[in-house]
Every structure is written in structure tokens, then in C-alpha cells.
């Protein structure tokens, strides 16, 4: 019985009128943008120099659709603010070098929100989002030591080698974002198929439809980040990314943490300033690094120094796998971490080891165990 009355209760009170005075506050226009007045779109406006063919009204709102869903989301814009002025910089300086559109830049923002590790469930990685094989097809190394799609300057001269080709090939910037998307082999097999060079009118994979209009928005505000209700001053945002550039030629494979101690920095400091080094080593051979500023000038003799100084102390010993051997047992027999063990010889935990197989023990060393997670699986 005390059910149904609650029920009873709870549906009188449903329909019982509220006067004004009981209403909840709606919350005043600065704390809550209008909407309808930042999505109202009274000029002119184009992609790389291309008009946006606001004629028609599916089109104009295509392009509403993609503004709500960006401005709602507005910590997600802060965010592109705030890193504009760290990565911005370097991708229009490298676009007007080559003299492409400055507009591409916007391209890696909404691709990757100017994330150095954004990653797809399709396996793109990086700022501009590279495929592994389109990537290697514009001149990036990608392997198990190294990963230029999170390089800025690679990556970006990356990007622009791949739009000079699809601009090329479809005469359009419009359509090469298409073709950046979908692939230039799906999107010349439906404008053939459909008897259209026109954007606006293809009926092209669903994201793909979203895509420049995406890119459109994300131009629009950040061209004019006040219309759309984000206020800021120049100390929010990001600073620009500064460093020296230095280069070291590795004879045998060396760690990271060698350049961090020549550079008087953290091992974070190099990971995050050459965010394409993946694992704890550096390959044999020449990298050109980004070090903090200033920390060049004498790095040569500390890195050296540093060195000699590892090899030295940390002997190289090589175990030669026996019948019966596991990396459990092995690590505990020379008292060294596992994850250490992992890490010195780039093995994989879950795959086995085989007799034979040369493993190399630095029984002295205490180095970083933490497995990169942005390496897992790449």
C-alpha cells in the first residue's frame, strides 16, 4: 500500500503546475553561450581558398552540425588553443616554405588535436595520423626503435609531400582533404562512379562527409576564438616548443638516459622532446636529437664522458639461453629485474625464448623499468 501511494504522490505532484518563483535558474548567457547565435553564419567562407558552397542549405547545415558538436565540446577546444602556440608555428612556417595553403594546418588539429601519441583503432599514429604504409611511402621511419609519425618536423614535411601529390592528382584542396581521409583510390572510384568533381554534392563515406566541415569549424574558431565564447590571455596558453638540435653518432646500441645526463636533464625531458624514440635505447647509428636549450653547448665531452663511463661500469655479460631456461628464472639467477631483462634484450614477455638465444646482463645497472606505454603494440 505504501508503494501505491508513493506512485500516487509522485504522479499528482507530475502534474502539478510550478510558479516561477519555485523554477530552477536558468544559467545567464556568460555562463551558458547562446548556441543559435555562434552557429549563425552570415559570411563568406572557404577552405584553401576554395568557397564553402553555403548556397545550399544541406551544406550550411553539414556545417552547423559539426560547429555544435565542436564548441560543445569545449574543453577539447581550450586545449587546441592552448597547444596552437607550440605546434601551429612550426607547421605554418613549414607550409608557406613550400607554399601550401596555411589552412592544411588544421588538418593535424582536428586529426590528432596536436597530440605527439593520438593513436586510431586503425593503427594511424601521430599529429597528422599516418597509416605505418602511407607514412613510409612519404620518406617516415617507422620501426621498433623509431617512430616519426610523432616527430613535428617529419611528419609535417610528411603531410606536405602527401598533399602536393594528392593536390596534383585532383586539382582540388578540398577534395585532397577528402582523399586525405578516405584514401585518393576510394575517392577518384566515386567521383568516376557518381559523375561528380564536387565535394559538396559526393555521397562519400560518412566520416568523410563530416570531415572538411570538421576542419571548416575547427578554422573558424580558431580564426576568432571570441565569437565562440572562449576568453583567454597569452599567459594560458602553451609556450612554443624550445630547444637545441644536436647530433650523436651511437656505435652500439645506447640509452636514452646517457643523452639525459649529457643534456643535465630527465630521461622524460629527451622522451618528450623527441616524443618518435620508442623503448629506453637508442639504435646504432646517427640521431639528430632536441635537447633543452642551452644544453648544448658541451654536450659532446659530457656525452662521451657519460659513456665511457656506463661501459665501464656495466660490463657487458651475455648468457646464452640453456634447455629448460625462462626469463623468470633467468633474471632471479643474476638478481636483476625482469622488466630490466625485457628491456635490455627488446624482448616481448609473451613470446619464448629458445635455447641458444644470446641474451646481454648488466648484473650492476639500475635503469628505468617502466614499459612505455605509448610502445605497447606499435
Not at 601529390?165 to 584514401?183: F, V
Not at 648468457?319 to 636483476?336: C, H, M, P
Request: glycine content about 4%; charged content about 25%; aromatic content about 10%.
Amino acid at each position: 500500500m505504501k508503494r501505491i501511494s508513493l506512485i500516487l504522490l509522485l504522479i499528482i505532484l507530475a502534474g502539478t503546475d510550478i510558479s516561477d518563483a519555485q523554477k530552477p535558474a536558468m544559467p545567464q548567457t556568460s555562463d551558458w553561450p547562446s548556441l543559435m547565435i555562434h552557429i549563425k553564419i552570415n559570411e563568406t567562407l572557404d577552405f584553401c581558398g576554395e568557397p564553402v558552397a553555403l548556397h545550399l542549405q544541406e551544406v550550411r547545415e553539414r556545417l552547423e552540425k559539426e560547429l555544435l558538436l565542436t564548441i560543445w565540446d569545449r574543453p577539447q577546444v581550450a586545449l587546441w588553443i592552448k597547444r596552437s602556440t607550440r605546434y601551429l608555428p612550426i607547421i605554418e612556417n613549414m607550409l608557406r616554405e613550400n607554399d601550401m595553403p596555411d589552412d592544411l594546418k588544421y588538418v593535424a588539429i582536428i586529426e590528432s588535436a596536436l597530440r605527439p601519441h593520438a593513436g586510431s583503432s586503425k593503427g594511424a599514429i601521430g599529429f597528422w595520423q599516418f597509416l605505418k604504409s602511407t607514412g613510409q611511402k612519404y620518406g617516415l621511419r617507422i620501426n621498433a626503435e623509431i617512430d616519426e609519425r610523432r616527430n613535428i618536423f617529419a611528419s609535417t614535411r610528411a603531410a606536405v609531400n602527401y598533399f602536393k601529390a594528392l593536390y596534383e592528382m585532383l586539382g582540388s584542396w578540398t577534395l585532397s582533404a577528402a582523399a586525405y581521409n578516405m584514401g585518393e583510390l576510394g575517392l577518384q572510384t566515386e567521383m568516376a562512379s557518381q559523375k561528380s568533381r564536387d565535394y559538396y554534392q559526393l555521397y562519400l563515406p560518412l566520416e568523410t562527409q563530416r570531415y572538411v566541415f570538421r576542419i571548416i569549424a575547427a578554422k573558424m574558431i580558431l580564426m576568432d576564438p571570441v565569437r565562440f565564447g572562449f576568453q583567454y590571455t597569452e599567459q594560458d596558453l602553451y609556450p612554443p616548443l624550445a630547444f637545441d638540435r644536436i647530433q650523436i653518432e651511437c656505435f652500439q646500441d645506447t640509452p636514452i638516459q646517457i643523452v639525459a645526463q649529457a643534456a643535465n636533464t630527465y630521461f622524460k625531458v629527451i622522451k618528450d622532446l623527441n616524443p618518435e624514440l620508442r623503448g629506453h635505447f637508442l639504435a646504432a647509428g646517427t640521431h639528430s636529437l632536441l635537447i633543452p636549450p642551452g644544453s648544448a653547448e658541451g654536450f659532446d665531452a659530457r656525452f662521451k664522458q657519460q659513456f665511457q663511463q656506463w661501459q665501464a661500469k656495466n660490463l657487458e655479460r651475455v648468457y646464452v639461453v640453456q634447455k629448460g631456461d625462462s626469463l623468470t628464472d633467468i633474471a632471479e639467477r643474476f638478481n636483476v629485474p625482469l622488466p630490466a631483462l625485457l628491456i635490455w634484450n627488446r624482448l616481448d614477455s609473451r613470446k619464448p625464448i629458445h635455447p641458444g638465444d644470446r641474451l646481454v646482463i648488466y648484473p650492476n645497472e639500475t635503469l628505468a623499468t617502466q614499459e612505455d606505454p605509448d610502445d605497447r603494440n606499435q
